[in-house]
């Protein structure tokens, strides 16, 4: 279990992360709306993993070669942000939750269960 202190620079990162992305000129993640649904660092701080999410699934792949890209610059300008003794390499992962969890709201209301509490 991370430490809180882990916990802070994670959520440190992931709202700088977020207001740096809006600031990106690439056109593949200018175009899309991306969500960075959590942040894990390793306790060493060396490597931060960044889940993100996607409105559009189609633009998925072309949006995250440009995270990727942008990378080195993101870390630059996120070092300059956060004051730690060494800046994270980012790691983008796609995270599905979101669809996955919508998928999963559809099955359930397709068989037509009632879930009112209601069993007077």
């Not at 992931?14 to 000129?25: I, T």
């Not at 931060?48 to 949006?63: C, G, P, Q």
């Not at 990727?68 to 980012?90: D, F």
């Amino acid at each position: 279990m991370p430490s809180n202190r882990i916990n802070r620079i994670n959520d440190e990162i992931q709202k700088e992360l977020s207001s740096l992305l809006r600031g990106l000129k690439d056109p593949r993640v200018q175009d899309t709306m991306i969500s960075i649904t959590r942040v894990d660092t390793t306790a060493d701080l060396r490597y931060a993993k960044v889940y993100v999410s996607f409105l559009e699934a189609d633009r998925a792949k072309d949006a995250l070669k440009g995270l990727r890209s942008a990378s080195g610059y993101l870390r630059r300008e996120l070092g300059r942000s956060v004051q730690l003794r060494c800046t994270p390499e980012l790691v983008w992962e796609v995270d599905d939750s979101i669809t996955y969890g919508a998928h999963m709201l559809k099955l359930i209301s397709s068989l037509g269960v009632n879930t009112d509490d209601d069993e007077s």
